[in-house]
């Protein structure tokens, strides 16, 4: 698959939120960095399955109440997607929302790298 190919298929399975599914589209040396680190550790996360554990803890973190994906930004081998969430951390009982751009990587048909930016009101 081409950029504009992987994006658009991205896209599709994170509205559905087919988070596992997804993970069919990235290289298994992947490299995953969000906008902040959790527990003090680092923000990147590296591999496949590293990305997989941060699925689990989001989907046992939060309770989704809508998730939005805009239509990709591509251009050569990048592309960015606006997320738009309204969640409930399960355990704190706090509901907000959170809006952040994924800004992904690929090569040969794979998503080799994504980094997330939140917004800043």
């Known amino acids: 698959m081409n950029t504009e190919e992987v994006a658009k298929k ?3 399975l994170v509205r559905k939120q087919a988070w596992y599914e997804a993970l069919t589209l990235y290289d298994d040396n992947v490299v995953s960095v ?5 527990g003090g550790g ?10 997989r554990g ?3 803890w989001w989907v046992n973190a939060m309770e ?5 994906a805009s239509e990709p930004f591509v251009a050569h081998d990048r592309f ?3 997320y738009d969430a309204d969640v409930t951390d399960k355990s704190s009982k706090q509901r907000r929302q959170m809006s952040e751009v994924g800004v992904y990587t690929v090569k040969n048909g794979k998503i080799l790298r994504e980094e997330f930016l939140p917004r800043v009101d």
Request: net charge negative.
């Open 64 to 68: 989704i109440h809508s998730f939005k």
């Open 54 to 56: 941060k699925i689990d």
């Open 10 to 12: 991205a896209v599709e």
């Open 42 to 51: 680092s923000p990147e996360t590296r591999g496949k399955e590293g990305v």
């Open 80 to 82: 960015v997607v606006q």
């Open 34 to 38: 969000e906008a902040f680190s959790m």
